[in-house]
């Protein structure tokens, strides 16, 4: 199984920036999807997660509102759009899989991509 994020990246606040996560090796329609973060010296925190059949989702208080995740099952993609970008959203964001249904917590996810760095400047 691998899951690879991309799209990161250094953008001013206000900005925008959209991740992907392709993935490979599970079958993505039977699979929830989240989005986490890891900020220098800070635990891995959750972004948002979204449920295996695409119709139910949930953000982190710090992103709702701003961020969208949405996914494509035909492509096996997870994507993070994150609208109106603060300086405190800099950080690793990592996608992560898990069977069913999503989780808030990094230790119920199977699988991992690698990370994404986006850096917001003021």
């Known amino acids: 199984v691998q899951l690879q994020a991309s799209g990161g990246g250094l953008v001013q606040a206000g900005g925008s920036l959209r991740l992907s996560c392709t993935t490979s090796?599970?079958?993505?329609?039977?699979?929830?999807m989240g989005w986490f973060r890891q900020a220098p010296g800070k635990e891995r925190e959750f972004v948002a997660h979204i449920y295996w059949s695409g119709d139910r989702t949930y953000y982190a208080d710090s992103v709702k509102g701003r961020f969208t995740i949405s996914r494509d099952n035909a492509k096996n993609t997870v994507y993070l759009q994150m609208n109106s970008l603060k300086r405190e959203d800099t950080a690793v964001y990592y996608c992560?899989?898990?069977?069913?249904?999503?989780?808030?917590?990094?230790?119920?996810?199977?699988?991992w991509g690698q990370g994404t760095l986006v850096t917001v400047s003021s």
């Open positions: 090796g599970l079958t993505f329609s039977n699979y929830a």
């Open positions: 992560a899989a898990r069977p069913t249904a999503g989780s808030i917590s990094r230790w119920e996810y199977n699988y």
